[in-house]
Every structure is written in structure tokens, then in C-alpha cells.
């Protein structure tokens, strides 16, 4: 049996790292936010890490009561894992870390940025401020991936799947819904890649609560 490092420090930030301070643990938190997914979609979500990493950090998490393993009912039978009430309150954790690395030195890499990490992104890019009396919800097609937006007193909530009764949709891909969210080129300039139906008033009041970059 493995046992789970320690820094010994009484210090609440000091035991909060005791559970999500290695190497993939918060990744795994962020890959979880917006919905439950299978050790195979965590594993195409997080390439870098190894099965066998993985799995460890998936036990570790487990075991400190940041995330839980469910089996799903007829007709999939299969396992998926998802935060716990306490796991989640981990997001507005990740958004302001998330806004605090935009300043980091950039690295080049080949990676592209998962869906999870776009939706994680749009949360730390907007200004609730210009959400401000907006009442809304969105559907963000991202082609193999959905998402529902709902916007209420300035705050944005999203969770992976269809909404119902949206009140408008955004149909794009990964690479320009990037281009839109974290490099901040124009809807206007996007012509072509991007298609929006439904109340365009809030959709427009939406992509103009983003930050620039």
C-alpha cells in the first residue's frame, strides 16, 4: 500500500497540499469540474500522465475525500469518477490560479488544450461585472463535446451536456473557440467559424465580458 507524502505542517494550506499538491492531482480536479468521466476520458484528457500515475493520483484523491468512483446504471454499467461536495469547492480555485498563470512565461509545447481547459479558461477570462443583470442559458457546441451555460446575478455555472431550453447556442470548434476566449480576436473576425442562433443580445453580452488578453 502506498502512503500519501506529507509536509508534517500543521498549516491548513500546508494539509490542503498534503491532498492535491502532486504532480497531476489538481489537473485531475480540473478535468472533473465540469462533469463525471471514465478512467478512459481522464486518461485522453491528461496524454502526459502515465496509467500507471494515473491511477495513483485517482486512488490519492479518492482517499482524501476530493473525489468519488460511482457506477453508472443500465444501459453503460461503467465506473466514472466525479468530485465530491468538498472537491468542488476547488473551482473558484482553479479559475483565480488560472487567472493568476496567464502571467506565467508561456512554454512551447505541441499540446492542444483540452475542452475542459477551454471552459476552465472562459471561467477565468470573463468579468462578472459585465454579466451583470443577465439571466441566461447557452449552449456551447464544441462539435464532439457540450456544454451548458447558465448565467445568473453575474455568476457563470457550467456543467458538460444539453440544456434543455436554451436561450441561444454557439456552434464552433477547440482551435477557435481559443482564438475567441483566451486570444481575444473578435466574433466579427471568426465569420465563417463560428454560428450563433437565438437571443443574440445575451450572446453578445456574453463574449463582450471577456477579459483581453
Given at each position: 500500500?502506498?502512503?500519501?507524502?506529507?509536509?508534517?505542517?500543521?498549516?491548513?494550506?500546508?494539509?490542503?497540499?498534503?491532498?492535491i499538491?502532486?504532480?497531476?492531482?489538481?489537473?485531475i480536479?480540473?478535468?472533473?469540474?465540469f462533469g463525471?468521466k471514465r478512467y478512459?476520458?481522464?486518461?485522453?484528457?491528461?496524454?502526459g500522465?502515465?496509467p500507471?500515475?494515473?491511477?495513483?493520483?485517482?486512488?490519492d484523491?479518492?482517499?482524501?475525500?476530493?473525489?468519488?468512483?460511482?457506477k453508472?446504471?443500465?444501459?453503460?454499467?461503467?465506473?466514472v469518477?466525479?468530485?465530491t461536495?468538498?472537491?468542488?469547492?476547488?473551482?473558484?480555485i482553479?479559475?483565480?490560479?488560472g487567472?493568476?498563470?496567464?502571467?506565467?512565461?508561456?512554454?512551447?509545447?505541441?499540446?492542444?488544450l483540452?475542452t475542459?481547459?477551454?471552459?476552465?479558461?472562459?471561467q477565468s477570462?470573463?468579468?462578472?461585472?459585465g454579466?451583470?443583470?443577465l439571466?441566461?442559458?447557452?449552449?456551447?457546441d464544441?462539435g464532439?463535446d457540450?456544454?451548458?451555460?447558465?448565467?445568473?446575478?453575474?455568476d457563470?455555472t457550467?456543467?458538460r451536456?444539453?440544456?434543455?431550453?436554451?436561450d441561444?447556442?454557439?456552434?464552433?470548434?477547440?482551435?477557435?473557440?481559443?482564438?475567441?476566449?483566451?486570444?481575444?480576436?473578435?466574433?466579427g473576425?471568426l465569420?465563417?467559424?463560428?454560428?450563433?442562433?437565438g437571443?443574440?443580445n445575451?450572446?453578445?453580452?456574453?463574449l463582450n465580458?471577456?477579459?483581453?488578453?
Amino acid at each position: 500500500m502506498t502512503t500519501v507524502r506529507t509536509y508534517g505542517d500543521p498549516c491548513a494550506a500546508a494539509r490542503a497540499l498534503d491532498l492535491i499538491g502532486e504532480r497531476w492531482a489538481l489537473l485531475i480536479v480540473r478535468e472533473l469540474l465540469f462533469g463525471p468521466k471514465r478512467y478512459s476520458d481522464l486518461q485522453s484528457g491528461l496524454p502526459g500522465a502515465s496509467p500507471t500515475v494515473l491511477s495513483q493520483r485517482l486512488r490519492d484523491l479518492e482517499q482524501g475525500a476530493v473525489i468519488q468512483r460511482r457506477k453508472l446504471g443500465p444501459p453503460t454499467r461503467a465506473y466514472v469518477y466525479e468530485l465530491t461536495d468538498w472537491g468542488r469547492q476547488l473551482q473558484p480555485i482553479l479559475v483565480r490560479l488560472g487567472r493568476w498563470g496567464r502571467r506565467a512565461p508561456a512554454r512551447e509545447t505541441t499540446a492542444t488544450l483540452g475542452t475542459d481547459s477551454l471552459m476552465l479558461a472562459l471561467q477565468s477570462h470573463l468579468r462578472p461585472a459585465g454579466l451583470d443583470g443577465l439571466t441566461a442559458t447557452f449552449l456551447l457546441d464544441l462539435g464532439e463535446d457540450l456544454f451548458t451555460l447558465d448565467i445568473a446575478d453575474g455568476d457563470l455555472t457550467i456543467r458538460r451536456g444539453e440544456p434543455a431550453r436554451p436561450d441561444a447556442a454557439l456552434r464552433t470548434d477547440p482551435a477557435t473557440f481559443k482564438a475567441l476566449v483566451i486570444n481575444g480576436h473578435p466574433a466579427g473576425e471568426l465569420n465563417g467559424r463560428l454560428e450563433t442562433t437565438g437571443d443574440h443580445n445575451a450572446l453578445h453580452r456574453l463574449l463582450n465580458a471577456l477579459d483581453a488578453p
